[in-house]
């Protein structure tokens, strides 16, 4: 049994109102075709897939997927409709004969690969030539009704501006996924033009097939929100929900406590350990890693990042492609840049941005620094207002401060310099040149003290 897949993606998605055509737009980090594609790829013995490209969509799509190797493309040159758009797809199998062929829109992100598995078992066990997935829904209005017959079986579908006010209030519609065995695929050509919309309607298949005595059947679902289908800024967001909130169910399942549903978002490639808490405002992004027992306080951003075990990440902060290692604490208003590797048991407080660096084992950073392109050792104290000035305005340089170093507040370390082990640099001090291991580095001008300099200075009575 050979099966293949057919995504359809040429239309620009008017109803979006948008200079991106609508199935890449992002979807909680990916565009939202790569679900579609995603979940076809996950369903057995699915050996090609076809994606259906118009001028619209092709460039981006082509540079989504072209390094996919079960992906090829198919150009629709006018968009005439789904069934146009199928047409093009099959001629994209380059005469490949399939079994089924399992067809799709691109714009409904929320498809599991068990569902299309599911359809395509029931269509092979009930011998039909074609099977459409319908689910049942509140708001009906942007989907096509399905019309059954006396019997239960499926009659035709209807789209919403071509519906009479009693086929309106139809709540089953048509999910826009079918599966169609080899000999229902001819019946494309009998598709005629729909006038109102001078389209190819795909749907139309369904009562042609029906008239020429195939086996057509409707399997009716009950979970909307795996259907949803985006046309518009609207559905977007309400797409973005049903994912944000299946997200969460299952972090939940999986022993992560979460103190407010609808304000975390946590993305699809994310992983997270049992027994850590995720306060409100929080999100998550990208392929970030979060180990067990963490505590990420609210209005956190973490982006594409590796955070161990038992870490604390404080109010505020925003971390991108960093590394957190096991019981450190970040923030509160930190901000790890690429590149930053915090040590086990290190702190970043307040007010500290990291790029390209990293920290030791326990080493402080406790307020207002600025760490960029420096290795940072173990048990280093870094003092408050500590700047590494890494940037001569034309090239980046590199810090290196050894284990045990003290570095006293407020002082500026000019790149490239390194710290010795068990340094101590004076507070306030600008270093410029390498500090020896233990040596005691200070580059501040002595105190004196003017005595009455204020009293010759000034003759007001304030100052007598
Ligand atoms: C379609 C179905 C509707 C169903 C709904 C489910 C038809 C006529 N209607 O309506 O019954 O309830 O999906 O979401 O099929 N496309 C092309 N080329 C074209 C036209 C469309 O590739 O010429 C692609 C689009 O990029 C999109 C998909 O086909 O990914 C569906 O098109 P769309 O305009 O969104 O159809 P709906 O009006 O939602
Ligand atoms: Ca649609």
């Known amino acids: 049994m050979k099966t293949c897949a057919v995504v359809l993606a040429a239309g620009l998605g008017k109803r ?4 991106t055509p609508k199935v890449v737009h992002n979807l909680m980090g990916k565009p939202i075709a790569t679900y579609s594609i995603e979940a076809v790829k996950a369903v057995a013995g699915i050996s090609k897939v076809v994606l259906v490209i118009g001028r619209h969509s092709e460039e981006s799509l082509k540079g989504i997927f072209k390094a996919d190797p079960m992906v090829s493309f198919a150009f629709q040159t006018s968009l005439l409709g789904t ?27 929320l498809i599991r690969g068990e569902t299309l598995q599911g359809l395509i078992d029931r269509h092979i066990q009930g011998g039909n030539a074609v099977t459409v997935l319908s689910f049942v829904s ?48 001819p019946l494309l050509d009998k598709i005629q033009i729909n006038e109102k919309k001078g389209e190819f309607y795909l ?22 929100d795996e259907f949803i289908g985006i046309n518009s800024r609207a559905e977007l967001l309400q797409a973005l929900n049903a994912m944000k909130r299946r997200i969460n169910r299952h972090w939940m399942d999986e022993g992560v406590t979460l103190m ?40 956190v951003r973490i982006v594409d990042s590796t955070i161990e075990r038992d870490v604390v990440v404080k109010d505020s902060t925003l971390i991108e492609n960093s590394k957190i ?52 050792g173990d048990n280093v104290n870094i003092g408050a207002g500590t700047i590494t000035c890494n940037y001569d305005g034309v090239n980046k340089f590199k810090t290196v401060i050894e284990d045990n170093v003290f570095i006293g507040s407020d002082s500026q370390l000019v790149a490239p310099v390194t710290i010795g082990k068990g340094a101590f640099v004076g507070a306030g001090s600008t270093i410029t040149q390498d500090v020896p291991d233990n040596a005691l ?5 002595r105190q004196r003290a003017i005595l009455d300099w204020v009293k010759a200075k000034f003759t007001t009575d304030k100052h007598k």
């Open 16 to 19: 979006m109102k948008s200079a």
């Open 83 to 109: 069934a146009d758009a199928l047409k093009s797809g099959l001629g994209g199998l380059n005469g490949e004969q399939f079994d089924y062929t399992l067809v799709m829109t691109a714009d409904a992100p």
């Open 138 to 185: 509140k708001d009906p209005s942007s989907y096509g009704r399905i019309i059954r017959n006396p019997d239960g079986t499926i009659k035709s579908i209807i789209e919403n501006p071509d519906a009479t006010q009693e086929q309106r209030k139809i709540n089953e519609v048509n999910s826009g996924i079918y599966v169609f065995s080899k000999d229902a695929l």
């Open 203 to 224: 749907t139309d298949i369904v009562s042609i097939a029906s008239e020429n005595g195939l086996k057509v059947e409707a399997q009716k679902m009950f979970d909307e």
């Open 260 to 299: 407010d549903e609808n304000t975390t978002l946590i993305c699809p490639d994310v992983s997270i350990g049992r027994d850590t808490i995720i306060y409100p405002n929080v999100i998550i992004e990208g392929k970030t890693v979060i180990g067990e027992g963490c505590v990420i306080y609210p209005n």
């Open 325 to 376: 290692d096991t019981g450190a604490a970040v923030g509160p208003f930190a901000h790890l840049r690429p590149g930053a590797a915090i040590g086990k048991k290190a702190k970043v407080g307040n007010f500290v941005e990291i790029k390209n660096s990293t920290l030791g084992y326990n080493t402080k950073a406790s307020h207002l620094s600025y760490i960029g392109d420096a290795a940072v």
């Open 441 to 445: 580095a200070i580059s501040r001008v």
